[in-house]
């Protein structure tokens, strides 16, 4: 894999949508965004036009410098942009540069690496410091920190705040549910994007079955009632909610989550009267316009499990864990009436690292478009 720098810059249509657009496109490609810098927003440079919102991003990448041009030219023509060969500045929806490649020398007719004109420029300079302040030019012989120092450009940068990465996703969508096996962080997500975008939370009451520790020592006697009270519970909440709330919302629970436990939980001759019972309220419940399944590998789970240190859920055994898995992941290949994103959170702390939350929402960004 090699590192490379990149910057992202647009003056035409909306701006922000564009570069969240641009890059969610850059991680399709199976670039991986390592470090975003903060969106500064500066005059157009060269001539006179519209404000740019600009950025700069330290990537991860298989591909070959030309690989990535390659592909950002087609991303710019996908987000509107058709570049031709008259010379000089102008307007655009899109711009994609390659800055750096590792410490590589390129010089091309049509690829020049290190970008022949960075060091003229605030609007580059200033994100890239953000950060790589110590990135070391390899024909300049200096950083990119000695470089803004000694730019010529006297432009002034304003910088927006970093949360203005976070990307439009209730645009689209105006019921998400976060969903996954015990201990995957769907209710610190939830409860997170809900938090950050001003909108209400759907939270499942599971602490309000009186069954539920029950359960835990003695599955046998109590795995019935705990998965009716949890049935009846779900379908309350969910209906109450969407009486009282006509807008947006993000939820830590789908009321079909009830099947996957239930059958892992209940004998046949009572899993079928339950799914009957199911069958009859089902109808009646509001569907998401989207799923997000968070998954993990057990030992993770179980880690987190341990941390949360909730004492009834302490001696979950692997096993238990493995079969709800299986069930959720047979759930979403079903016939769903609404889309399903999944999304392993192996490497993703989206609870303390921003740029990890911010490319989970990247990836739920991408399915309204």
Same mark, same amino acid.
């Given at each position: 894999?090699?590192?490379?720098?990149?910057?992202?810059?647009?003056?035409?249509?909306?701006?922000?949508?564009?570069?969240?657009?641009?890059?969610?496109?850059?991680?399709?490609?199976?670039?991986?965004?390592?470090?975003?810098?903060?969106?500064?927003?500066?005059?157009?440079?060269?001539?006179?036009?519209?404000?740019?919102?600009?950025?700069?991003?330290?990537?991860?990448?298989?591909?070959?410098?030309?690989? !990535?041009? =390659?592909?950002?030219?087609? +991303?710019? $023509? *996908? &987000?509107?942009?058709?570049?031709?060969?008259?010379?000089?500045?102008? @307007?655009?929806?899109?711009?994609?540069?390659?800055?750096?490649?590792?410490?590589?020398?390129?010089?091309?007719?049509?690829?020049?690496?290190?970008?022949?004109?960075?060091?003229?420029?605030?609007?580059?300079?200033?994100?890239?410091?953000?950060?790589?302040?110590?990135?070391?030019?390899?024909?300049?012989?200096?950083?990119?920190?000695?470089?803004? !120092?000694? =730019?010529?450009?006297?432009? +002034?940068? $304003? *910088? &927006?705040?970093?949360?203005?990465?976070?990307?439009?996703?209730?645009? @689209?969508?105006?019921?998400?549910?976060?969903?996954?096996?015990?201990?995957?962080?769907?209710?610190?997500?939830?409860?997170?994007?809900?938090?950050?975008?001003?909108?209400?939370?759907?939270?499942?009451?599971?602490?309000?079955?009186?069954y539920l520790e029950k359960f835990y020592n003695d599955p046998v006697s109590y795995s019935l009632p705990v998965e009716q009270f949890f049935l009846k519970d779900r379908m309350k909440q969910t209906n109450t909610f969407w009486n009282q709330n006509k807008d947006k919302t993000v939820s830590d629970f789908?009321?079909?989550?009830?099947?996957?436990?239930?059958?892992k939980n209940l004998n046949d001759v009572d899993f079928k009267a339950y799914k009957l019972e199911f069958n009859k309220i089902y109808p009646n419940c509001k569907l998401p316009d989207l799923m997000v399944y968070l998954h993990n590998d057990i030992e993770t789970l179980k880690g987190h499990i341990k941390?949360?240190?909730?004492?009834?859920?302490?001696?979950?055994?692997?096993?238990?864990?493995?079969?709800?898995?299986?069930?959720?992941?047979?759930?979403?290949?079903?016939?769903?009436?609404?889309?399903?994103?999944?999304?392993?959170?192996?490497?993703?702390?989206?609870?303390?690292?921003?740029?990890?939350?911010?490319?989970?929402?990247?990836?739920?960004?991408?399915?309204?478009?």
């Amino acid at each position: 894999m090699h590192q490379a720098i990149i910057s992202l810059g647009s003056n035409l249509g909306n701006r922000l949508e564009l570069l969240q657009r641009a890059l969610t496109l850059i991680e399709k490609e199976g670039v991986k965004i390592k470090t975003l810098s903060s969106i500064y927003e500066t005059p157009a440079w060269g001539f006179n036009g519209s404000p740019f919102y600009n950025a700069c991003a330290l990537i991860e990448t298989s591909k070959s410098p030309k690989g !990535l041009l =390659s592909g950002f030219f087609k +991303i710019e $023509e *996908k &987000l509107g942009r058709f570049r031709n060969s008259i010379n000089g500045y102008s @307007s655009r929806q899109i711009d994609l540069d390659l800055l750096f490649y590792e410490d590589n020398i390129v010089s091309l007719k049509d690829l020049k690496i290190p970008h022949p004109r960075l060091h003229l420029r605030n609007f580059v300079l200033v994100p890239l410091v953000e950060i790589a302040p110590q990135w070391y030019h390899p024909v300049l012989k200096k950083t990119s920190l000695e470089l803004l !120092l000694k =730019s010529p450009d006297k432009d +002034i940068l $304003e *910088k &927006l705040p970093f949360k203005k990465w976070r990307p439009p996703i209730f645009d @689209s969508f105006s019921y998400i549910i976060i969903e996954g096996n015990i201990g995957v962080g769907k209710t610190t997500l939830a409860q997170k994007i809900a938090s950050d975008y001003k909108l209400p939370f759907l939270k499942e009451s599971f602490a309000e079955n009186p069954y539920l520790e029950k359960f835990y020592n003695d599955p046998v006697s109590y795995s019935l009632p705990v998965e009716q009270f949890f049935l009846k519970d779900r379908m309350k909440q969910t209906n109450t909610f969407w009486n009282q709330n006509k807008d947006k919302t993000v939820s830590d629970f789908n009321i079909q989550k009830s099947l996957i436990f239930a059958r892992k939980n209940l004998n046949d001759v009572d899993f079928k009267a339950y799914k009957l019972e199911f069958n009859k309220i089902y109808p009646n419940c509001k569907l998401p316009d989207l799923m997000v399944y968070l998954h993990n590998d057990i030992e993770t789970l179980k880690g987190h499990i341990k941390k949360r240190g909730r004492y009834f859920e302490q001696n979950i055994k692997n096993e238990y864990l493995e079969q709800i898995e299986l069930g959720y992941k047979q759930f979403v290949k079903s016939d769903l009436p609404y889309p399903v994103i999944s999304i392993h959170t192996k490497n993703l702390n989206f609870e303390t690292n921003e740029a990890d939350y911010q490319a989970l929402l990247r990836i739920i960004f991408n399915a309204s478009f």
